[in-house]
């Protein structure tokens, strides 16, 4: 499909859309109906009908009008905020309006109406531009990865700019190639016109072509070219009166360009002094500064940024950066700040630093923080990977390829050992070639290239990413290894000469995985994916042209990355990308399809590279393939578990009036950080931690016999120290009854408690689960009064043979299927059935709970798989409840629960690794109530082994 005919789609759509949008019923929007309304639009402009793609725009369509979109959560605080934006002040903003035409040729109309909506609520809790006096506000957006929070800053900017800022800054990340595609992104979006270095040289682009008009044509500093950013010859020349249009400057979060541009504000556009520190500042134009990638170089964390020779790099220090970023806010008396991230817990690393005369206040978003919700057709890591239930991850889809011979076993040698040094030579038993694993996912690429192809999207953009190394000489080694593969194929493919072996491979390909995984999601996901109608001879044809298209690339962190993408508009470029720590978070690898991924030395790094897998694949989610290890799949995991936990904590705060600095004090003593610490450090602090109003349980377990032991024996000595049980609770709640099979005591001394975890002995993969921190926290608040008074649950039911703690007390054990193969450990997915964690709680309780679930529930896609509210209460408003009481129930503060639980070595599978004849595997979690005590125990980090095994964080 050629630009101009794509261009003629576009428009259809959006003209149809409009039409069925109009239409009383919109959940009666059939084919039938969309057919109708194409020939309405047809009759008034034939020639649109000349190659026109029906069945595409009625795919599209459907689409669009079978997508939900959850809502925003909002914490914010409005002291010495006013009130300003209502319906009147919007009427004749341009800028908005045009941005949202351009907008509705792509997105559904439901897409367009929630960012509106969601922009809209961002806006109104900053100033009025308008408003005199001093003023200072600062925001955190909080998205989902890859969920397309570009877009939402670009309509937040133009709706700023509507409204009277004048000052527009947007720091876009580390390297030119993401300022770059930032910067083009707002060419598109606000704008209307590409940047060049020459300024009379002006092409009209994006929302021109709805509103051109150069009476608001905003102006810009920067431009998208490798060297446009804030440089010492734009500073010379520019200067800003303010009566003008709104200014643009797009910068990279760099110390030199940060400085130029404090300088030149300070020098060029301050207007008066400061009276009482004599700094020059700016009073007269309000700034908004959008903070891209938020948490990433601009947190004052006292971290130093390595190159890719890992030798500190002067420029990227987060400390100056945050230094920076604060003193140019710190120059304008009116002043905006939005940070936006997708890293679920950049809010924990946001330190509140005291404020200073020349920084003024630190960046924590004290105004506000927004979790962004995602529609419905978003991919994100609950969809990829599942999410918690009873047995484990459930959901996810088949896209995941777990690999494991780019090393040797004893992980030193092979092609791609995880510890390997700058100069690395990649050989596959002394051979300059490729692992089979990362053939295989070529092969998938140049498959799924093909039949894309076939499905009508010739024209769209196709990526491949292989992310294995940070060492550029070694990502060079990788990038000629490639080449001479696809060239290889091509070779083979377009001569037909010896390509019989190369057609056996991408068909057996086909056949064992893309055509059962694309029939099986059809299947499943409807809503998603369809199924195709074609054979293999279709495919077959497709293939010598997909592979000649196909350039192999190292992505080296300069425009020219994102420029090719808009060069390429209406062609399609398919483009097999090496690269590493310069991929710089957040660049957009267009329609990205295949990635392989092995752990680079910097886990953290590696994990946010994964995280652009996430976003949205409309037409060819089910060709979409993710080679990588056990190893990061479960840490992924680790994130998403991390993730959902903090968002369901933002929740329940949001509902009840919470102010983000109350939110940032609870997050930074979160145990959560008990997993990230071990990802994102920061130098060797300490971290202070309470586990109140949360959920512990083991998942990662000891295998030799005698710990085994120990823990069954320390279980053993609890259960016979306690009294006559409840045998086999039985609940009734909201006229359903729930049975366990198991035993329930009520009233055990904590004593006991802390006794058993004094005994039991956790393993140090268990993360947040660590018995000696837990026993000392206990302890701490036994002496305000709380937990004082314990619920100790020993529950069985399973399918394993039975286990027995006392005389007259066995259960029958669970089966828990090991979670990956590790060499030092038995590690689980999940323990607990989420209803176990309510078997304390009385009807009136468990229904407050509930009440309190709903309250607090925000339908998003991203997290739950339909709009529809729980119909059970949740562990964070569980433990609430618990802590807190409710109207008609008794707060119980001092009452925590204990659950045991033992799992049979017998059903755990090979990759357990436990020794024959292993006695039960003892597992236990906690449910503490929440509380308003202070009280924290100290949990000494120790990072010297992990940074030896995975290497130092940024």
């Known amino acids: 499909m050629t630009s101009a005919a794509e261009e003629t789609r576009q428009r259809v759509v959006k003209l149809v859309q409009e039409l069925l949008v109009d239409e009383d019923d919109r959940s009666a929007v059939t084919p039938a109906l969309i057919s109708e309304k194409i020939d309405l639009v047809l009759t008034m402009r034939p020639r649109w009908g000349e190659g026109l793609d029906r069945e595409a725009v009625t795919d599209e369509l459907i689409r669009r009008f079978s997508l939900w979109i959850g809502e925003d959560t909002t914490l914010k605080n409005d002291a010495g905020h006013e009130a300003w934006l209502v319906a009147a002040r919007k009427r004749n903003w341009r800028y908005w309006q045009r941005y949202r035409e351009w907008l509705e040729r792509r997105l559904s109309y439901k897409a367009v109406e929630a960012l509106d909506k969601s922009t809209d609520s961002v806006l109104a809790m900053l100033e009025d531009p308008l408003r005199e006096g001093a003023w200072d506000r600062r925001g955190l957006v909080v998205g989902h990865v890859q969920s397309g929070k570009t877009g939402h800053y670009s309509g937040l900017i133009c709706k700023a700019a509507d409204a009277g800022y004048k000052i527009v800054i947007v720091l876009a990340g580390l390297h030119n190639n993401l300022r770059s595609q930032t910067q083009m992104r707002l060419d598109e979006a606000f704008l209307g016109y590409e940047t060049k270095p020459n300024h009379e040289d002006i092409l009209p682009i994006g929302v021109s072509e709805i509103d051109g008009d150069p009476a608001i044509r905003p102006n810009y500093a920067t431009n998208r070219t490798n060297g446009g950013d804030f440089n010492a010859g734009i500073a010379q020349k520019l200067g800003i009166t303010p009566e003008q249009r709104p200014w643009l400057f797009v910068v990279k979060k760099n110390k030199t360009v940060l400085e130029r541009l404090l300088r030149w504000i300070r020098n060029h556009v301050a207007n008066v002094h400061d009276p009482e520190t004599g700094r020059r500042i700016v009073t007269n134009l309000p700034l908004f500064l959008i903070d891209d990638e938020a948490d990433h170089a601009s947190v004052d964390t006292g971290e130093t940024v390595l190159d890719s020779d890992g030798k500190p790099d002067p420029d990227h220090q987060p400390t100056a950066i945050n230094r920076l970023t604060r003193r140019i806010l710190h120059s304008f008396s009116r002043s905006a700040y939005v940070g936006y991230t997708a890293t679920p817990f950049a809010n924990i690393f946001i330190h509140e630093r005291g404020e200073t005369r020349e920084e003024g206040p630190d960046l924590f978003p004290a105004s506000f923080i927004v979790n962004l919700a995602a529609p419905s057709n978003y991919i994100g890591p609950g969809k990829v990977f599942g999410t918690n239930g009873k047995d484990g991850r459930e959901g996810g889809l088949p896209l995941v390829k777990q690999v494991d011979d780019y090393c040797s076993s004893d992980g030193v040698g092979g092609w791609m050992p995880p510890k390997h040094r700058n100069g690395h030579q990649p050989l596959v038993d002394g051979e300059d070639t490729l692992p089979e694993s990362l053939n295989e996912a070529v092969d998938a690429f140049v498959l799924a290239c093909a039949i894309r192809s076939l499905r009508g999207q010739v024209d769209a953009h196709s990526s491949m990413l292989v992310h294995v190394t940070r060492f550029t000489s070694v990502q060079k080694a990788v990038h000629s290894q490639v080449e001479e593969r696809v060239r290889h194929i091509k070779q083979r493919l377009t001569r037909r000469i010896g390509h019989e072996p190369v057609v056996a491979a991408l068909r057996g390909l086909w056949e064992r995985d893309f055509r059962p995984t694309t029939s099986d999601m059809a299947d499943k996901h409807p809503d998603l994916v369809h199924g195709d109608t074609f054979g293999w001879e279709e495919i077959e044809a497709e293939l010598a042209d997909t592979v000649s298209d196909i350039q192999v690339r190292m992505i080296n962190g300069t425009a020219k990355d994102a420029l090719d993408y808009a060069d390429h508009d209406g062609a399609g470029l398919k483009v097999i990308a090496i690269g590493g720590d310069k991929l710089a978070r957040g660049l957009t690898l267009e329609g990205l399809t295949v990635s392989y991924f092995l752990r680079a030395s910097k886990m953290y790094d590696t994990l946010m590279q994964m995280g652009r897998w996430f976003g949205y694949r409309p037409g060819y989610l089910d060709l979409c393939r993710l080679y990588t290890t056990g190893e990061l799949c479960e840490w992924f995991g680790h994130i998403a578990d991390a993730s959902e936990e903090l968002r369901e904590e933002f929740d329940l705060m949001a509902a009840s009036g919470a102010t983000p600095r109350e939110y940032g004090l609870k997050v930074q003593s979160h145990p959560v950080l008990l ?55 039985v609940r009734v709640r909201n006229g359903t009854r729930q049975a366990w099979r198991g035993y329930l005591w009520e009233g055990v001394p904590a004593a006991d408690v802390v006794d058993f975890l004094v005994a039991y002995r956790t393993h140090p993969e268990a993360h947040k689960v660590n018995s000696v921190l837990l026993s000392q926290f206990i302890q701490s608040l036994v002496a305000e009064g709380e937990l004082t008074n314990w619920t100790v649950a020993l529950i069985g039911g399973g399918d394993g043979k039975p286990a027995a703690f006392r005389d007259g007390v066995s259960v029958d054990m669970l089966q828990r299927a090991a979670h990956g193969a590790h060499s030092d450990r038995y590690s689980i997915r999940r323990l607990m059935s989420p209803r176990d964690e309510a078997i ?3 009807e009136a309780a468990w229904t407050a709970a509930l009440a309190v679930t709903r309250a607090a529930f925000h339908a998003d896609p991203a997290r739950h798989g339909s709009g529809e509210p729980p119909d059970a209460p949740n562990g964070p408003a569980i433990r609430r409840i618990r802590g807190f009481g409710a109207e008609g129930v008794p707060a119980r503060p001092d009452r925590g629960v204990l659950f045991i639980y033992a799992i049979d070595p017998d059903l755990a599978g090979p990759e357990a690794g436990l020794p024959l004849g292993a006695p039960p595997v003892v597992a236990f979690a906690i449910s503490f109530p929440d509380s308003r005590s202070g009280a924290k125990v100290e949990y000494k980090v120790n990072n010297v082994a992990w940074e030896q095994e995975y290497g130092a964080a940024d």
């Open 675 to 729: 997993v990230t610490s071990r990802l994102k450090m920061r130098s060797a602090r300490n971290l202070m931690l309470s586990f109140s109003g949360q959920l512990l349980e083991t998942v990662a377990f000891h295998r030799e016999t005698d710990v085994l032991e120990r823990n069954l024996a320390a279980a053993r000595r609890l259960v016979s120290s306690l009294g006559m049980p409840e045998g086999n609770p």
């Open 840 to 842: 304390d709680l009385d």
